[in-house]
């Protein structure tokens, strides 16, 4: 069965302080790995998509990496307006077009 | 504007009253999709349409159904809602492309609440 689980569930941070949130999966076939960021009370934004393993983006602060088992979202020095639940989605070959979303790393940054 | 919109953004209703949350899209989007976001158990997907007549369950389609008559929208009907569907629902679009569904673009949001 395919899984998505995020890793921590919840993250607290001093601004400034480099982390990772991890995002494993297990699908048959990967066509797409997506990130989103989602405020509270409000629906979630894209981040970033990621196709294949060795795969890397990056915006602003925010990194994201892919391999064959799972992706990491590295924030460098972090503000606290990056506090924010983070979700990862994965789009796979077996599931004809459904998506399966992880349950998301809450993020805070402490000023 | 780009956008999805979602109606109502709040409705509180009762057991077994008959509902419609519409949904739409103006970025010509061949797929849209509803979710459902509890806590503890992260959003979980409803239903998706590829395209127009086109209609697939998710993984939480029971007590749901939905119909995709237009390309831009795609309303959510529960027919005889009941309390476990008390929940924070979104709708999303997204284009479609060789790797199959792109990113998503979702609506506010709306917060059921079922007596």
């Known amino acids: 069965e395919d899984q998505v689980t995020q890793s921590p569930e919840a993250l607290r941070l001093q601004e400034g302080e480099s982390s990772s949130l991890n995002c494993s999966y297990t699908?048959?076939?990967?066509?797409?790995l997506f990130w989103y960021r989602q405020d509270p009370g409000k629906g979630p934004e894209f981040l970033f998509t990621l196709y294949s393993a060795g795969e890397e983006k990056e915006k602003e602060r925010l990194k994201a990496t892919l391999t064959k088992k799972e992706s990491f979202l590295h924030i460098t020095a972090p503000k606290p307006e990056d506090s924010a639940t983070y979700l990862c989605a994965v789009h796979s070959l077996n599931r004809d077009d459904k998506i399966i979303f992880g349950k998301g790393t809450r993020l805070h940054i402490l000023p | 504007e780009a956008q999805v919109t979602q109606n109502p953004r709040y409705l509180i209703t009762v057991t077994g009253k008959k509902l419609t949350v519409t949904c739409s899209q103006n970025?010509?989007?061949?797929?849209m999709s509803w979710y459902r976001q509890d806590p503890g158990l992260g959003l979980r997907q409803i239903y998706y349409s590829m395209n127009v007549e086109v209609t697939d369950k998710g993984d939480v389609p029971e007590g749901y159904k939905v119909s995709r008559k237009e390309k831009r929208n795609f309303p959510l009907i529960l027919e005889s809602p009941s309390p476990n569907q008390t929940s924070l629902y979104f709708c999303?679009?997204?284009?479609?492309?060789?790797?199959?569904?792109?990113?998503?673009?979702f609506g506010p949001g709306t917060r059921l609440t079922v007596l």
């Open positions: 970025m010509n989007h061949e797929y």
């Open positions: 999303a679009s997204s284009s479609t492309g060789l790797a199959g569904v792109n990113e998503q673009f």
């Open positions: 699908v048959s076939g990967l066509r797409g």
